[in-house]
């Protein structure tokens, strides 16, 4: 009789805890669509805005960081009010090369994105935990002086 007991409360412990996660799974904004291309970007072009910005590049080659001095962040601010939705890539379109530099943008208000560097051409942007794929975008089209690429090659440079 107590074995039952025991095998009874495991069950019900087992239901309820199962059922809680499941109801969790289905309202996860994972199984959504991400609204559009350029959604992370949007969002950053908007907090930069509004909020102090500190930004460091990571150079992968040689795991060296860099802060990013007030002048070299006007480029990045200039990059992002020039894009254009043409410079959005779909997903499909993700480049699977290597990562040359990272700019890690931290906000006042404690929010974190990253602006992975491929190339001259290719970039990506995310938040630092972010559930939507990544923004994936191509400087082609925008000003030599706002190309991330070259700025982070004449920020190590220096």
Known sequence: MNKKKCLFTLI??????????????????????????????????QLINENTVEVTLFETNLNKDVEVSKENKETLYKFISNLKKENFLSPKEDPSKKIKYKLFIKLNNEKKYVINIFDEIHISVHPWDGVYSTDNITMEGIPTAYNLYNLCEFILNK
Request: glycine share 2%; hydrophobic share 35%; with cysteine.
């Open 12 to 45: 019900i412990i087992l239901l309820i805890s199962l059922s809680g996660c499941k109801k969790e799974w289905i309202d996860s904004p994972i199984k959504n669509k991400k609204p559009t291309t350029f959604y992370y970007t949007a969002q950053l072009s």
